[in-house]
């Protein structure tokens, strides 16, 4: 009964370099999401994915990348870390993007610090 | 565009006091309204929701009431637990229906 997993759970970067987030959930759900989670401000969408395949830019995407390598897989990258970054990021999924009538289930979250 | 306000925290209560967190939302249409609760260390957690005015979400002694006039979704429960200490996210979908928009958040802290 896994769910949505993420790794690593904890990252610091260097200014410049780059990482790879990564998130697999196991419930065959279609549709995909990476937040972030700032002090203060809630959750901010950054990159969503309805089906594999497809993927679409939320309300925070500049600095971020995204793969749904499959169905189970959607990994966030970071080509070249900023201070701005510093942030716990969630992914998420859910049956479908039609939120009002499934729920969605999140990860644990990946604390990283930039510096 | 949309967005949600919640009352800042934390939040500290004594076991078995009342507990309302206030959240009021902007949005067009007839969002659907959400809770999520996140404990120490875990991810975000569907706590209930309303996707209609004047509809009442309710799940483990939490309920939350669907007011349009008052474009508001408080949270209460009559008696907190300690276990009820977490953080708690008011949060819309909106008639489009693909992105969740959340409330920054209130910790809530409920001693014995």
């Known amino acids: 009964n896994a769910g949505v997993t993420q790794t690593p759970k904890f990252q610091v970067l260097k200014t410049g370099q780059s990482m790879t987030l990564q998130c697999a959930q196991d419930?065959?759900?279609?549709?995909m999401y990476w937040y972030r989670q700032d002090p203060g401000m809630g959750l901010r969408l950054i990159y969503y994915?309805?089906?594999?395949?497809?993927?679409d830019k939320g309300e925070v995407p500049n600095g971020y990348n995204v793969s749904r390598l499959n169905k189970r897989e959607f990994s966030l990258r970071l080509e070249s870390a900023a201070p701005s970054q510093t942030s716990v990021y969630f992914c998420?999924?859910?049956?479908?993007?039609?939120?009002?009538?499934?729920?969605?289930?999140f990860g644990q979250g990946t604390r990283l610090t930039v510096v | 565009g949309d967005s949600v306000t919640q009352m800042e925290g934390p939040v500290t209560l004594s076991e078995e006091a009342f507990l309302t967190i206030n959240c009021t939302y902007t949005a067009t249409g007839y969002p659907s309204l959400f809770w999520y609760v996140q404990y120490p260390g875990e991810g975000l957690q569907l706590l209930l929701k309303a996707t209609k005015a004047d509809d009442k979400g309710s799940n483990k002694g939490f309920e939350a009431t669907y007011r349009k006039e008052t474009t508001s979704f408080h949270l209460e429960k009559g008696s907190v637990q300690v276990s009820d200490s977490a953080v708690y996210f008011c949060?819309?979908?909106?008639?489009?229906?693909?992105?969740?928009?959340f409330g920054g958040g209130t910790r809530l802290m409920v001693k014995p």
């Open positions: 419930m065959n759900h279609n549709s």
């Open positions: 998420a999924s859910s049956e479908s993007l039609r939120l009002r009538n499934t729920e969605a289930f």
């Open positions: 994915s309805a089906s594999e395949g497809t993927t």
């Open positions: 949060a819309l979908m909106d008639n489009a229906g693909n992105m969740l928009t």
